[in-house]
């Protein structure tokens, strides 16, 4: 059980905290979608699925709170109405309906080994279950509303703590200083959402000065500089791929090390196109290389058209130790672009201009 879910069960129930968290499936599940708050990279916000449920139980608690024999007469809140006030919490303005219309059951029976949906969809119109809102013969909805507020708080928190890291580096006296501790960011714990936008930022500026020449004839043939595009937000359905070049179309993506069986998963979506893997590692590009090779011979049985097919597909390997040479050697202007890269791209990724929960 997370900290912060004891402590509330504890607030409203102090002699049966613990009888209401092994009969409440609802705080069981909130308490299980909470994992986000540690930063891994493995887990997601749970926002959608979080909010969906705190849009009903905030007009419940205002209306049918203690009152069961009322609630069961209920029909269920307008889609409308809750739409409308998910969508104007904290990273809620980007949300789609999905969860209210079937994501929050599906998922609530796999975490919680349920037997009845949580969600009462009823032609258009939502309640939650009043089986998951009484335990014990008390109303858990405020302990429950609580906890979903209190995870988002401490997802606030740890949004705002780069931004906050981006301040400290703009007020540094000098470049060197700069360098620093933007390289202090990249690390192997780093939240995956910040080690993506670094790494974006910091090959942007990397390759901006790198050029080719590239024309359809001889007598059309000119310089052009490299240019980085990242695709999308870190949860998108890319394909595959976080960061494309131009003009010469160079895929990224930005991964771990400790799964190459997702490696060539991606590859596969790209239909073996060459990708350039940036990995969230302290590990020697050569290690990971040979790691990558063996697993590659392993996983092919020996096969050489299979081994050749994902080998010819790893164009390069870029860890955090290219990734801070790199940084170093870039100018103060660079460095100042990274700055504003992160800066920006981190906003957008974070839904940072909403509202947060009241």
């Known amino acids: 059980m997370e900290h912060f879910v004891q402590e509330i069960l504890e607030k409203y129930f102090p002699d049966q905290s613990q009888q209401i968290y092994a009969e409440s499936l609802l705080i069981q599940y909130l308490d299980k979608k909470s994992g986000a708050i540690h930063g891994t990279a493995k887990t997601r916000r749970s926002l959608a699925n979080y909010y969906a449920i705190y849009s009903i139980l905030n007009f419940y608690v205002d209306e049918y709170f203690e009152n069961p024999d009322e609630y069961k007469k ?9 739409f409308t006030f998910y969508r104007r919490l904290y990273g809620g303005r980007k949300l789609q309906n999905h969860a209210l219309n079937s994501r929050v059951n599906g998922e609530f029976r796999n975490k919680v080994h349920a037997d009845k949906d949580l969600i009462i969809i009823n032609g258009g119109k939502y309640a939650i279950h009043i089986d998951f809102l009484y335990v014990l ?22 949004d705002h703590s780069l931004l906050t ?37 910091i090959l942007k500026s990397h390759y901006k000065t790198q050029k080719i020449y590239i024309g ?14 990242k695709t999308g937000r870190t949860n998108a359905n890319d394909g595959g791929i976080d960061f494309v070049m131009r003009p010469i179309g160079r895929f990224f993506q930005v991964t771990e090390v400790n799964n190459y069986d997702k490696y060539l998963l991606d590859i596969d979506k790209v239909l073996h196109f060459p990708i350039s893997f940036v990995i969230k590692t302290t590990k020697r590009k050569q290690v990971v290389e040979q790691e990558i090779e063996h697993y590659i011979d392993e996983k092919s049985g020996g096969m050489v058209v299979i081994k050749e097919r994902y080998k ?10 290219e990734l801070k040479e ?9 460095i100042d672009l990274i700055i504003k890269d992160i800066d920006f791209y981190y906003k957008i990724e974070m839904n940072l201009e909403d509202f947060a929960v009241e």
């Open 74 to 82: 209920f029909e269920g809140y307008e889609y409308t109405k809750l």
């Open 137 to 158: 013969g008390q109303d858990i909805t405020i302990a429950a509303k609580e906890i979903i507020e209190k995870y988002v708080s401490l997802l606030m928190e740890k």
């Open 165 to 201: 890291a981006l301040a400290a580096i703009e007020q540094a006296t000098s470049v060197d200083d700069k360098k620093l501790k933007i390289s202090d960011l990249l690390a192997e714990d780093a939240e995956a959402r910040i080690f993506e936008i670094i790494s974006f930022a």
């Open 216 to 229: 359809f004839t001889i007598e059309g043939i000119h310089e052009e500089y490299m240019q980085l595009f």
């Open 312 to 321: 010819n597909a790893f164009e390069e390997i870029i860890t955090i130790n």
């Open 326 to 334: 790199w940084l170093l050697h870039l100018d103060e202007d660079s």
